[in-house]
């Protein structure tokens, strides 16, 4: 009896011991963080965001401004490119004073782009062709016509202090009312307007016809919660925020702010002419942000990507949060337009550089993003040269990370010229018929260029909202389609390509970088190895990639993609290729396939 209970109670313990193993070595291996398995990545990780900008891509209801019937007959079209997610900019009622990013109904579509019956079946469509559709969000500010602000001036609660109002500072002896502080707005001139009818200044840290919402009232907190849970349960896969840094200001609206003392500007109705230390950034848009986070998590696979442009990094990795908070997925990364504005910025060393800037700066674990265009920049064909489409492409494409194209980028399309009296961009409107070109973001959000008929096959109406560019005529998506070689094979190519595991989950390398070189490698260990060339140069080159590697090259390597160059055919894709004797015209990019 006693030796069994003794044999027992050894049992026991055994069993106990054999648990509290298994137990501590699961801990550990999950306290470690495990691998991420690549299947279960959100959408987000795997994809490439598509930017449309609704009223350009098509126009399905023929008036000349592209509309949702017309994006979703283009279904066929992105999922043939390769693109896993569409971002759409606003589709919401609005005045239009800023296309669109003036709301007036945040969950109600604007007659322009069609009805919600439209939207419910741009869902569906997308969907079942695999496509995600991410929606711009715009919680800064409504438009002036929207109900809220109506009652607002009203005072009529509890809308009363939906919005920033605030005494003015004095009033000058002709009666005029002084703002009560010197923020600008970011289209220039004072951020605040006088209403007469309530006998207030409101805060516009846009055009007069966007106010500001104030998130210091919680109902507002409330009604734009109410509005990201109509769209997600609309089926809606996530939001881009707009405008995120501009959220709160400082409560003591009496504080003027400082003049930017290291900037060259002398204009004070510039927007950059003063440091917006009270106006951006406020600790607050951390706690409403890290609401919203986690009212997606609710949902499954849900994005949320932030538009802040800071020329401050670290400013713009707050927004990843960190590794206890989540907050975005991602800050968008516009180092690629800020640090490259133009051809000369750009050489080996600056694109190593800003890439690495941003690499290294992102907190432990988060994801990196990587965008050339938008609706509010220069098309990057124009800003950098066209002979760069295809390597920047590729280089947005191949490294780690998700990339964001705006439409139109996948063809190279550059910008357009418009006529002061074509201008519509109230940004160009703002600066006059003298300096409306340096400003106006019209030229990047001309119609999508689709074949060479009449008005480059956008649209049936017999105009269009901003004018067709008149390299339409070959620049198109047709004729790429039926060439050998094309911008927008490229493209398909590279969206292919983005499937391998090297791609998804590979290391990467900076093996060789000068002035007149960008490079990186993409490699898994044991398996094949890909490197991307970039002669960044104006000038053909003949390139030895051995001289001044960091890491020992192979003599040869297999083309496996060239930009599309009138080049030689020595570096026709399939071919060997001499890595020391690497001929590369300007602006070229290759990819290429080592055996290290
Ligand atoms: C964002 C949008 C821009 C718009 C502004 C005001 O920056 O990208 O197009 O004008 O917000 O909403």
Known sequence: MERRMILGFLFATLFVGVIIIILVCFTAKNGKRPEPVIDDEPFWKRSVVFQVYPRSLYDGQPDGTGDLIGIRSKAEYLSELGVGAVWLSPIYKSPMKDFGYDISDFTDIDPIFGTMADFNAL???????????????????????HPWFQKSIKRQDPYTNYYIWAKPKNVLDDGTPVPPNNW???FRGSAWTWNKDRGEFYYHQFLAEQPDLNYRDPNVTQEMKKVLTFW????VDGFRVDSLQHLFEVEDLSLDEPVASDSDITDPDE???LNHTYTINQPETFTVLREWRHLLDKYPDKVLMAEVYNNNVDTVMQYYGNDT?????????FLLIDNLQNRSQLTGHTLRSTIGLWLDSMPEGKWPNWVLGNHDNGRVASRLGTDLVDALNMMTLLLPGTPVTYYGEEIGMENTFVSWEDTQDPQGCRWGPQHYQEHSRDPARTPMQWNNSSLAGFTTANTTWLPVNPN???????????????HLKIY????????????KKGHYAFPLVTEDIFSFLRYVEESETYMLVINTSEEDLELNLHHGANIELPHTGQVVLRSITDTSVKTEPGSEVDLSKLPLVRGEGLLLLLSL
Request: aromatic share 12%.
């Open 123 to 145: 869902v569906n469509t997308f969907h079942n062709k695999g496509l995600k559709v991410v929606m711009d969000f715009v919680p800064n500010h409504s438009s002036d016509q």
């Open 325 to 333: 908070v989540s907050l975005a997925d991602f800050p968008f990364n």
């Open 184 to 186: 600008l707005s970011v």
């Open 232 to 235: 997600l349960d609309k089926g």
């Open 271 to 273: 927007y950059n002419y």
């Open 472 to 486: 339409y005529k070959t620049l198109n998506v047709e004729a790429q389609t039926k060439a050998k070689n094309s």
């Open 492 to 503: 398909k190519d590279l969206t292919k390509l983005r499937k391998e595991e090297v791609f």
